[in-house]
T-cell receptor, first 115, second 114 residues
């Protein structure tokens, strides 16, 4: 079974530019999450999709960040315009929508560097 | 506020030494508890988890963790570390039996001297 995949693995952009990150969850996983780790700090939650709906977007830092999950499969996270403080590693995770145990499986992350 | 505190930022041990990484959490309500590990160049992966039942949980690669509810702690232990345990370890929590967001600690970098 393929794991969670993310693209690109690394992106370097200038301040003010736009970047779009992509996440492909494990097939059949209805739950998809975005997290971010900035400058060696803790990994912080950004938002949670259940299928194509945003279940919780309480962690989105501001309106420069836009996440979509059209069709309930892959998701994109767009940063527009990017700022220096957006640099970090963006992780995606997915989990099955079962009652009880919800293990989240993580992708390898996208390292975003804003210069 | 919901939070996870990991006591050590960087731990350096020699092979065969015993390991204990501290973790305390603050969370209103019943929780699921996790330890994740990220080996150099690899994905975050689940080391072990606690949902209910026996508070002593055994995970992969000889790791175990003990949930002490009265202390809001979930410390990770391994009796004898190996060089291959060099990694970053994250304690984490989320709401019991739910698909809600995970709250992570800041991570502990473990370096093992061969």
């Amino acid at each position: 079974e393929a794991g969670v995949t993310q693209f690109p693995s690394h992106s370097v952009i200038e301040k003010g530019q736009t970047v779009t990150l992509r996440c492909d969850p494990i097939s059949g996983h209805d739950n998809l999450y975005w997290y971010r780790r900035v400058m060696g700090k803790e990994i912080k939650f950004l938002l949670h999709f259940v299928k194509e709906s945003k279940q919780d977007e309480s962690g989105m830092p501001n309106n420069r960040f836009l996440a979509e999950r059209t069709g309930g499969t892959y998701s994109t996270l767009k940063v527009q315009p990017a700022e220096l403080e957006d640099s970090g590693v963006y992780f995606c995770a997915s989990s099955q929508a079962l009652t009880g145990v919800y293990e989240q499986y993580f992708g390898p992350g996208t390292r975003l560097t804003v210069t | 506020a919901q939070s996870v505190s990991q006591h050590n930022h960087h731990v350096i041990l020699s092979e065969a030494a015993s390991l204990e990484l501290g973790c305390n959490y603050s969370y209103g309500g019943t929780v699921n508890l996790f330890w994740y590990v990220q080996y150099p160049g690899q994905h975050l992966q689940l080391l072990l988890k606690y949902f209910s039942g026996d508070p002593l949980v055994k995970g992969i690669k000889g790791f175990e963790a003990e949930f002490i509810k009265s202390k809001f702690s979930f410390n990770l232990r391994k009796p004898s570390v190996q060089w291959s345990d060099t990694a970053e370890y994250f304690c984490a929590v989320n709401a019991y039996s739910s698909a809600s967001k995970i709250i992570f600690g800041s991570g502990t970098r473990l370096s093992i001297r061969p």
